[in-house]
């Protein structure tokens, strides 16, 4: 069946909308492949806005692996700003693909991209205006196959009704299988249905399909036990891991929109996988082990992403780049090569102890020096030991004194309220460590002019961490102890005003931290949140606590469980977790002892220098950390 | 900088709904791609140098938009034209390259501003989906019979009320859509929208202060004929440049760049933006 575009019937709109650009496509490097020699087709999406959804390197990966292979097709969606969601409610305009604006209902799988929980109420508007049923058991053969990936996949289950499958891990190798699935299924006329295409899918073993699963429950609230419903369907579903980065270059050819986004800059993945071991970081758990691209591949990727786009920056990205075993001689190889282009390099995600001077002069070289961040996360030592962010605070101060030293006026530092068993004194230590570092800074360099902006995030238990059984510190607390510590600083006649404070309040944690460790319960709320108005959840100037509360507690009424018990409430280490199925790598036990140990303030090695603590990753998943050095140089190819 | 380039671009179809922060950040990066040596300001944050004559509002298509950019080394400016186009996304098209007359020994300087005083007025077209002819050219004639209309905009310096009638020079309606034009309607026609009825209306309208914008025309229309358009009207900018006291047209403002330079352009050589395939571009002559 011909699919039409429904571009004529939106571009009479378009005046009608904020920044209309957003919703016209075009982008460089974007492609338009024939609808019907396609086989299979795949709609992504990143359920936010444009600006933030199209530099989301997991979609551009997907989109640029699929189109790649004969007879599929992958074309973009985005959430539409509230704007355009009535303009196209008030003329029937379903939700649309930016490449070819063909109805998303329309594709095989709609596959949609979590990097956090707070996307869930847009994914529920993209469904509803897509015209695709809002709960996976009232969709017919018509409709797509509703697909989640990344990081908030790990525990889909407060999304468990919307949703036909999900997928735990990397997305390189299990888009292209699962491709081969569906192709192969209609291929053979589709027997069965969507039935047995999601029970083929599930019995691979790498495709959760929630609806495969039972969930029982105890009198008292807490999980009894979730097995699978279907023989066949595994009792744990793995995650994947891509275990050599070197072949999977991509995205070969970024997308540049014409549209203002978050991010404007070719940016590689130099690793995946980060071994630091700090509790509180859910990507740091589940993207292990370690898998670094070698520095060969690297400084060919950066070319050829360079050439294609025509961006001004290059971004080293990993969960923490400096850890790279080869950066020193990538950094100097790419300064080296860029030297007079006015290209200029960054290195998000820098852990203090692994920056060295010399690094960071590689990547300012010839530019200017605006800022350095660095997140001690914790406040105090005893904080730090909590969270196994080991970095003492002379190492701190001993690191920023170098910068200044070194033409750097103004230091970030980030950090976390709320961490397990934090105290007030944890946080008011925040300050004292600003004040510290104005103190060196102006000794260094005899200055006055030096800054430094703590910023500071609400802790959200998670999912695959050792801290998924702690109780989150509720938000009156959070918001008490920002307080406290904003008075320190502001009250400082001597640094008080060298030193800036960015913070949000304690609300959205709590929300966040309903999403992140809910369970099927859990979609009721999302529903009635969406179905009274809510959109945008990441966004403070639509977000509404009082709407999440409110929704909370009237779809809780009569039942064992309310909003505090999903987050408050510190968990017991026989209590069956609502992603005990979803497996990713960790082994249970070691989680549970990290937890105790964190308790105690004991920290633990990163087993990529020392030996392997035995998470459990490498043995369940026969992975193994991947790095260098490979004692190869970057060739300094002449740019023109 | 050694070569300065004056360059004419159009916005078209879709792209018209990028802003100018848009199309600056698409020229930027299309200059990288295409290798050409921009130059840069001096500076913390060096910045290409490339400047932009003021530019159609977001929404607005365009054949007629200028920009110059300053280079490092001298090029062709055919195959700039032809690089700079390919690494732009079409839509984004670039109709035309001049090399700017960097003055000679004991000439005065160019001045800075004098290209922008070059752009008199522009001709647009705007069309009028649901709009019968006859309607339009009634508010059309109503509007000519005025001596001045007042309307109401916010601009930047808050609610303003001001006259539209005097800046144009020129305004009618034009028969039909006119073959061969790419800057918009297909998606419309394949809409089958085409079939409805629809005016075009063509007009010449002096720069001035504040700017009367097509869409100021339109609140005039409105006011003097209540012409109210059902849906968003298509404008687009058909040129720009100086306004011709005999034809009551624009002349092309890259035509005092095109100038043959003293003795080096030698004869039979073409103006020096714009030389045809197989030709050798004058821009030595041009650059010494
Ligand atoms: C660049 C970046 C940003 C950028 C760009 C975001 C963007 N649009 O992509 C900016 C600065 C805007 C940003 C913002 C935020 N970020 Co951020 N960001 C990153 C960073 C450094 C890289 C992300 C990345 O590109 N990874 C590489 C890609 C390839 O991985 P991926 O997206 O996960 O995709 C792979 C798989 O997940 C899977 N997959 C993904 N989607 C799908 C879909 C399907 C259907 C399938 C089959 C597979 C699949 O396949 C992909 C290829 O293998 C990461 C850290 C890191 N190194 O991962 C943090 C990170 C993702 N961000 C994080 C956070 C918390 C945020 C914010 C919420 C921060 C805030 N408080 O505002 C916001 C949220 C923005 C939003 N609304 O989405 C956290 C996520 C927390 C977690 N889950 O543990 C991370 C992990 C950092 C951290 N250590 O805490 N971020
Ligand atoms: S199992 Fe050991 S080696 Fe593998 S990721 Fe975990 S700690 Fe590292």
């Avoid at chain 1, 189109?67 to 959430?79: H, I």
């Avoid at chain 1, 920002?482 to 060298?498: C, F, I, S, V």
């Avoid at chain 2, 305004?171 to 005016?199: F, I, K, N, Y």
Wanted: with cysteine; net charge negative.
């Amino acid at each position: 069946m011909p699919v039409q575009s429904i571009f004529p019937r939106l571009e009479p709109l378009l005046p009608r909308v904020q920044k209309p650009i957003q919703y016209v496509g075009g982008e460089l490097n974007s492609q338009v492949k024939d609808w019907d020699e396609a086989e299979v087709r795949w709609a992504l999406m990143y359920p936010d806005a444009y600006e933030v959804g199209l530099p989301n390197q997991g979609v551009q990966i997907l989109y640029e692996i699929l189109n790649e292979r004969d007879g599929v097709l992958a074309e973009r969606t985005y959430s539409v700003w509230p704007d355009m969601e009535a303009v196209m409610r008030e003329n029937g305009i379903p939700q649309f693909t930016v490449d070819a604006h063909r109805p998303v209902a329309a594709f095989d799988v709609f596959g949609v991209s979590f990097s956090t929980e707070l996307g869930y109420t847009n994914l529920l508007t993209a469904l509803d205006l897509a015209g695709i049923p809002l709960e996976s058991a009232d969709r017919t053969d018509e409709h797509p196959i509703v697909l989640a990936g990344g990081h908030a996949a790990f525990n889909p289950e407060p999304i468990a009704d919307f949703l036909d499958a999900a997928v735990l891990g990397d997305g390189e190798e299990i888009a292209l299988a699962i491709t081969e699935v569906v192709r192969e299924w209609k291929a053979e006329g589709s027997p069965g249905g969507r039935d047995e295409l999601l029970l083929r899918l599930a019995s691979s073993g790498g495709v959760y399909v929630p609806r495969f699963y039972d969930v029982s429950y105890l009198p008292d609230g807490r999980i009894q036990r979730v097995a699978p419903a279907r023989p066949g369907v595994p009792w744990r579903v793995e995650k994947h891991t891509v275990m050599d980065l070197d072949q999977w270059p991509y995205p070969k050819k970024p997308l540049v929109p014409l549209a203002e986004t978050v991010h404007e800059r070719f940016s590689v993945e130099i690793f995946r996988g980060c071994t630091r071991g700090c509790r509180f970081c859910q990507a740091g758990m589940i993207t292990r082990p370690v898998r670094e691209r070698s520095i060969t591949t690297i400084g060919e990727m950066v070319d050829q992403g360079l050439r294609e786009s025509g961006f001004q920056e290059v971004g080293l990205l990993s969960l923490s780049s400096a850890d790279h075993s080869e950066i020193g001689d990538v950094a100097k190889g790419l300064a080296d090569r860029y030297e007079g282009t006015n290209t200029s390099l960054s290195l998000p995600s820098t852990r203090v102890d692994a920056f060295n001077i010399t690094l960071a002069n590689e990547f300012s070289r010839g530019g200017r020096r605006s800022g350095l961040t660095f997140a001690p996360e914790g406040g105090s030592e005893r904080m730090r030991k909590v969270i196994n962010k080991m970095v003492t605070e002379d190492d701190l101060i001993r690191t920023v004194t170098t910068a200044y030293e070194n033409g750097w006026r103004q230091v970030k530092l980030y950090f976390m309220c709320g961490l397990p068993t934090e105290e007030d004194e944890d946080v008011l230590a925040i300050a004292d460590m600003a004040k510290r570092v104005i103190r060196a800074g102006r000794e260094a360099t005899g200055r006055r002019d030096i800054r430094c902006t703590v910023s500071i995030g609400g802790f959200v238990p998670k999912p695959h961490t050792p801290f998924q059984w702690a109780a989150q510190c509720d938000h009156e607390t959070v918001d008490r102890r920002l307080r406290a510590l904003k008075d320190a600083l502001r009250g400082d006649r001597e640094y008080g005003r060298a030193i800036g404070l960015r913070y949000h309040d304690g609300q959205p944690s709590i929300v966040e931290g309903l999403l992140s460790r809910g369970d099927r319960r859990v979609g009721r709320v999302i529903r009635a949140v969406w179905e009274d108005g809510g959109r945008f959840d990441g966004w403070s100037e639509h977000f509404s606590y009082e709407r999440w509360t409110a929704c909370a507690a009237e779809v809780f009424a009569g039942e064992p469980v309310d909003l505090d018990w999903y987050t408050v409430r510190e968990r017991e280490e026989v209590e069956v977790l609502p992603w005990d199925h979803l497996d990713a790598g960790l082994d249970r036990e070691w989680l549970w002892q990290d937890w105790r140990d964190a308790v105690d303030g004991t920290e633990v090695e990163d087993c990529r220098w020392t030996p392997c603590y035995d998470c459990g990753v490498c043995p369940t998943m026969g992975t193994e950390i991947q790095i260098g050095p490979t004692g190869r140089r970057l060739l300094p190819l002449s740019v023109v | 900088m050694i070569q300065r380039l004056r360059v004419r671009y159009a916005k078209r179809g879709r792209l018209r709904f990028t802003s100018h922060r848009d199309i600056s950040r698409a020229v930027e990066r299309a200059v990288r791609r295409a290798g050409i040596p921009v130059a840069f300001s001096a500076g913390f944050t060096p910045h290409p140098k490339i400047s932009y004559a003021g530019a159609a509002a977001t929404g607005v298509a365009s054949e007629a938009e200028y920009l110059e950019i300053g280079l490092t080394e001298t090029r062709d400016p055919a195959r700039v034209r032809a690089d700079l186009d390919a690494a732009l996304p079409s839509g984004l098209d670039i109709v035309d390259v001049v090399p700017v007359g960097t003055g000679r020994a004991g000439d005065a300087p160019v001045r800075p501003g004098a290209f922008t005083d070059r752009l008199q007025a522009s001709e647009w077209r705007i069309r009028l989906d649901g709009v019968s002819r006859s309607d339009a050219a009634a508010a059309v004639a109503a509007f000519m019979a005025a001596d001045d209309i007042e309307v109401e905009r916010l601009t930047k310096k808050g609610r303003r009320r001001f006259d539209v009638r005097a800046a144009v020079h020129a305004l009618e309606t034009s028969p039909g859509e006119p073959s061969g034009d790419r800057s918009h309607g297909q998606d419309r026609r394949a809409a089958g929208v085409a079939d409805a009825p629809c005016a075009i209306l063509r007009m010449v309208v002096r720069h001035c202060t504040p700017a009367v914008r097509p869409d100021d025309i339109l609140t005039g229309l409105r006011l003097v004929a209540d012409l109210a358009p059902p849906s968003p009207p298509l404008v687009t900018r058909l040129a720009q440049g100086p306004l011709d006291a005999d034809t009551g047209g624009l002349a092309d403002p890259l035509d005092p760049d095109r100038e043959p330079v003293r003795d080096g352009a030698g004869d039979g050589a073409g103006p020096a933006g714009d030389p045809r395939p197989g030709e050798a571009a004058s821009v030595d002559a041009v650059s010494a």
